[in-house]
Nanobody, 115 residues
Framework: QVQLVESGGGLVQPGGSLRLSCAAS????????MDWYRQAPGKQRDWVAG???????NYTDSVKGRFTISRDNAGKTVYLQMNSLKTEDTAVYYC?????????WGPGTQVTVSP
């Protein structure tokens, strides 16, 4: 069992930066693949970025070069550094931990990018 709690969301102007954190507790964090998803109002939840248990990373095209995902296995935390934020990045951001067949979600943190 894994419990996830996101933090670090807030209101930021276009071009600004935020760093999201996802703190995990419970099981062996290092064996899980970790991902960030986001859901804008009225839209489906979309995958944003992922990091495997061995540290390989991948990003959706719209955030490549702007967002960086990283993990601290000792601290059981995954991060999403978001730079050059755009209004279209506004969404609730969710942390996900996966190791088949288990799949866990946090409650989400709101990110609002507005002038």
């Amino acid at each position: 069992q894994v419990q996830l709690v996101e933090s670090g969301g807030g209101l930021v102007q276009p071009g600004g930066s935020l760093r999201l954190s996802c703190a995990a507790s419970g099981s062996i964090f290092r064996i899980y693949a970790m991902d960030w998803y986001r859901q804008a109002p009225g839209k489906q939840r979309d995958w944003v970025a992922g990091i495997t248990s061995i540290g390989s990373t991948n990003y959706t095209d719209s955030v490549k070069g702007r967002f960086t995902i990283s993990r601290d296995n000792a601290g059981k935390t995954v991060y999403l550094q978001m730079n050059s934020l755009k209004t279209e990045d506004t969404a609730v951001y969710y942390c996900n931990a996966t190791r088949a067949p288990n799949d866990y979600w946090g409650p989400g943190t709101q990110v609002t990018v507005s002038p």
